[in-house]
């Protein structure tokens, strides 16, 4: 007997036709122009979804590609090329049912083997693509010997029953499968098309794509075109019909040129947000972010012996004032925090941390007592190192946790440097405190605390710890995994092996006619198809 | 003449085949390297990018199957972070828009730098020669970091004449910010010199001699003043002109021009070899050029100079 999921009953639901694409309530002016421009911070270094690592570069992918599900307004998924999936009693295999009337650019059906391919291409090692490790991320049968080498790409746990039947075998149940089919590097692409133009295929000229948007033109480094497709299955409900993202490397000529009217959203630099919320009410936006900034603490065997004291790692978190840091160096509306998963995660219930709730005075008061228990006081000082890489807002901080380790008797020395240095000395445990910060690759709070595992390969740190472990273990099987979760922050909380500093906010100007952005998803991912342009 | 361009041709080769040798070892000697990310990846994944990219020969055999490939095909290799492009086309795309605004910035920094230092020069201490002092010291101190963003505040935000960036061959609006941001310092630079080197030579016997025959002043300077006057100002142009045509990280950063100055300092930061060498070769190539084209124009403007 097969399960059939509650998303599948969404998908029932959700097929009157309102639910899908631009969703305008009744009685709304559209504005003649409907087209978007948005910023890009860089140059998109791909346009295949199965090369593709960046946030912007999956922002695009989005536009031009469909992959299983999307996500609403709200980060609930919602039926993309798969209308419902069923799911074994085992919790290993799923089934989708792929929507019949989903064609690519050219007017080929979008079929089954399309996504073969694309997973495939994903785990083979000929693509030697960087994000191969998602497709172990996902459990799928024979992804990670795949991509070592053991196994040919066509043992891959996933086939095509027919042409819109996909089935995808996983190797340990995981609660949270459907929501990892959002990112890009799950999208189909055609294998004829990749065959024939090779790494050429991504040029607006050769590019065939599934998504409500074609490419039109991309100028490395200087814009990227998107048109509304006339193929897309949902092309009559897709209102804005050109889609421009403009690269400005520079902050605050992005800005400069919003205010100008060149585009219609863009991220507010650093510290500038009251004022433009003062100048720009109705424009000047914050939403919570899914990505958690800390300063990692070096455990293993490299790092300095006073940081393997659990009293010396709390002093310092205890001392680090976060409101200061929110309020008066980010002034954003980042939240401070005092554990690892960001709190707006989906499902996620913040567990009770003793210190979170004393208060700044009580706190440092605690943390000169632990340090003095740990045989360091400003007699006696600590010598330590924080590496930052090269970024105003990490100077700043940097230089704050400065003055609050000063009290204590702790000397910190910052050492700034360039992002690949940076990111090498930390992957090679050469570090006392590391700046760090983790973005969610979905929305569920194991994309976090996997991070802490010690079979994790991001745990620079070296923290090990077997209760962590097992608690994590556990997680991927039961019902539900939130208490479990809950467990496993505590364990941080006590074990504190590095130091929670703030929980990310997208601070953004948003132009205040354009409409159907999401505002309550914490992954803030957005699709064209849903945005529309009022009549001022 | 000939058998001096030949002989500096010929010395050409062995430079560049140093700055390809030195700067890839370099570049491979920093931390870190085009696959390092703060998302550590796995070993195996990083051992099929490796083996894709042939980061994981030996070096000797890395840089002599590139500069085969250079000279064989004339292929500079793929992009180790921009995926779909070869390093090919990242120059195609980029180096034509810097070659625009560079050309254009260095015909605007000759001719207005000339002109001030050598009017500054022959009005010397006059209200004219502190105004063009004045105008170049301005512009010399004023760095392109803070113009940039001045001028867009001012032609784009308050009077909307100009767009505020981007980059379009058919629309000329889009080159000046850029033009003006580049040539200002190199104007200033060109007009200094120019200055001295004119008060030098309105100085001299020469210029004595034509004053004492009589001649009318205006002849006296475009005659016989300008092009000795010129000398130290040619030698520093070739430099100068190579340093505009490839770019300036500045003027791409804040006029989004995707031009190679600033693809040339993402390379450098992104651990992207292949783009790195690239650019650095084109650049290099250009220097020894252009260095032997002021030399050459050396020969032609001062009779002295034999080759």
Known sequence: MKLTTALSALAILAATPAAFAADIPEGTVLSENQTYTFWLLDAIKSMDPQINTDVEGSDILRNLFEGLYNEDAKGDLIPGVALSHDLSDDGLTYTFHLRPEAVWSDGKPVTAGDFVYAWQRLADPATASEYAWYM?????????????????????????????????????????????LVHGSTFPVRQDVIEAFGADWTKPENMVSNGAYTLSEHILGERVEMDKSATYWDADKTVMTHLTGLTINDNNQALTRYLAGELDRVQIPAGQYPRLKAEYPDEATSLPYSCSYIYNMNLSEKGP?????????????????????????????????????????????????????????????????????AGYGPENPLDLTLNYNTDDSHKKIAIAAQQFFKPLGVNLTLNNMEWKVHTDRMQNQDFDLARYAWCGDYNEASTYLDFFTSYSGHNNGHFFNDEYDAIMKESKTAADPQPLYTQAEQILATEMPFIPIY??????????????????????TWYGRDLYRVAE | MIVYILKRVAIAIPTLLLLIIFSFLLMHAAPGGPFTQERELPAQVLANLNAKYGLDQPLWKQITSYIWGIVAHFDFGPSFVYKDRTVNEIIAQGFPVTLTYGGISFLVAVFAGVTLGAVAAVKHNTIIDYFAVGISIGAQVLPNFVMAPILVIVFTLILGWLPGGGWRFSDPSFWIMPVIALSTSYMASIARIMRSSMLEVLNSNHIRTARAKGLPGHRVILRHALKPALLPVISYLGPAFVAMITGSVIVDIYFSTGGIGKAFVDSALNRDYAVMMGVTILVGALTILFNLIVDIVYGWIDPKIRY
């Open chain 1, 503 to 524: 929980h990310y906010a997208k601070v953004d100007m948003i132009a205040s006619d354009i409409k159907g952005l999401p505002t309550e998803n914490v992954m803030q």
């Open chain 1, 305 to 373: 012996e006073a940081l393997k004291d659990v009293r010396v790692r709390k002093a310092l978190s205890y001392a680090m004032n976060r409101d200061i840091v929110v309020d008066n160096i980010l002034q954003g509306g980042q939240r401070a925090s005092y554990n690892w998963t960001h709190w707006a995660t989906a499902g996620f219930v913040m567990p009770e941390i003793d210190y979170s709730h004393w208060t700044q005075e009580e706190r440092t008061a605690k943390a000169k007592e632990l340090l003095a228990e």
């Open chain 1, 136 to 180: 172990e991320l996902m459990q799928v049968v024979n992804a990670s010997k795949i991509t070592a080498g053991e196994l040919p790409p066509s043992d891959l746990g996933v086939k095509a029953i027919d042409d819109h039947t996909l089935e995808v075998t996983i190797e340990t149940p995981l609660p949270y499968f459907p929501q990892m």
